[in-house]
């Protein structure tokens, strides 16, 4: 009886960790917006192996049918940058803009229903919220409308 418990036990014990392991990875693949396997993100990373990644948007912003990678990383303690990876045959990646230091959500919404799709950018920083909606064009990140990001970058 006390040996059929015991490995009853061990299989709870062995579960729950599994479970646990399981969830965990989860989480950690939604919270970074991207498979970690992704070519455009792991060409980031070869590149820039100092900048930790912290957010990311698949998406195509270039509008030229091949998806592109939006990543938001880390520069060095409370300060972010965001660059985009551009996809296609060739790799390139743009310039810098500052990103929000916390909760930074990456969404596409073409607002003006033409040409490039847009993005827009949240986050915080110390509890100050801001936003600013941006464009892709001629391999530059363009800011076209920002509110309170300076208080959150
Ligand atoms: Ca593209
Ligand atoms: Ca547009």
Do not use: W
Not at 9 to 17: A, E, K, N, P
Not at 71 to 84: A, T, W
């Amino acid at each position: 009886m006390t040996k059929r418990k015991s490995i009853l036990y061990m299989i709870l014990i062995f579960m729950c960790v599994t479970l646990m392991g399981c969830s965990q990875e989860e989480r950690k693949n939604v919270d970074m917006g991207v498979e970690r396997d992704n070519e455009l993100f792991v060409h980031f990373q070869k590149k820039y192996p100092e900048n930790a990644v912290i957010k990311c948007g698949y998406e195509d912003v270039t509008n030229d049918g091949a998806k592109d990678l939006v990543v938001i990383y880390n520069i060095e303690k409370g300060k972010n940058g965001m660059k985009v990876v551009v996809g296609g045959d060739e790799y390139s990646i743009s310039n810098e803009v500052p990103a929000p230091a916390e909760d930074q959500i990456i969404k596409f919404k073409n607002i003006d229903d033409k040409d490039e799709i847009e993005f827009i950018v949240s986050g915080s920083k110390h509890g100050n919220v801001g936003y600013a909606i941006f464009r892709f064009q001629q391999m530059e990140i363009i800011n076209l409308f920002g509110q309170d990001m300076e208080d959150c970058c």
